[in-house]
């Protein structure tokens, strides 16, 4: 992956951006030695910050895992695809506002963050970046402490999730395209109505083969009010040149600018002046 420093576009941002969650990640291969207690015992060195936590069933099975990779990738991941985690279990780890948590199983680390109330003012990038890297510096520090093999990265993610309420910009799919100008909404000879839902699934490249942003929307109804809404999920995911931190964080950097920059690019200028863009 070229440097960041010299690839790295303008910054693009806006002042109320219909984000709700976000999520950085890195994926590894399974950690050798890794075992039921070592979720507690690494629970109680982060406990003071994240004072709850709740075991889940493990995410990524071979299928989701390799529908999320770009072609380029899916080779010479197979063999993790295969073999799995290992352990039936992932736990979260929320802090005081529940506002952040980290998901930890033996082959992934995943920083969240999420609106719960709806009314809180979004972090922003600059905000969630050093979370997620102090929080990975300490579960870093914990595998060294335990004698368990340094992470094998084989994957990072930067995930936006994003809900464009109805009435907002948009009142039926009818209006989809003055929010996704790619969606033209016409047949070729007139017949279709207007659709009762659109569902759109696009994979970009990354430059330099350096992994795939996915933009998926689809219609769906927000379960805490009931609301319909428009959701736009944008995933940047790939391999970083190595498994050293630098790299990885800089792979992160350069996702966040995809997952930016891509939804910029696939949202109207409409919609743009709605969330009061930056540049």
Known sequence: MPSTSQTRPRKVDF??????????????????????????LFWNGIRNDYPRFEVHPPIGTGAEIELRLSPQQ?????????????????CWFYD???TTLIQVQNDCFIH??????????????????????????RFREFVTAERIASPNIWQCEVTYVNHLDRGIGWDGFA?????????????SGGFLPAPEAVHI??????????????IVLQPAVRQKDGKEIIQLTLSARGKPPSSHDDDIMKWLDTGHDWVVQGFKDFTSRKMHDIWRVKV
Do not use: C, M
Not at 74 to 90: C, D, H, K, M, T
Not at 113 to 129: L, N, Q
Not at 175 to 187: A, E, K, T
């Open 15 to 40: 002042d109320d951006p219909p984000v709700v969650e976000t999520v950085l990640g890195v994926r590894f291969a399974p950690l050798p030695g890794w075992d039921i207690p070592h979720f507690g």
């Open 96 to 98: 005081s506002s529940e």
């Open 74 to 90: 899916r080779e010479g991941q197979r063999a993790v695809i295969e073999f799995g985690s290992g352990l039936p279990i992932r």
């Open 201 to 214: 699934s696009a994979l970009y490249p990354l430059p330099e083969k350096a992994g795939s942003l996915q």
């Open 175 to 187: 209006d989809l395209p003055q929010v996704i100008p790619s969606w033209v909404g016409r047949g």
């Open 112 to 137: 969240n963050w999420r609106k719960v109330s709806g009314i809180e003012t979004y972090a922003h990038y600059d905000g969630i970046r050093p979370l997620f890297e102090a929080a990975w510096a």
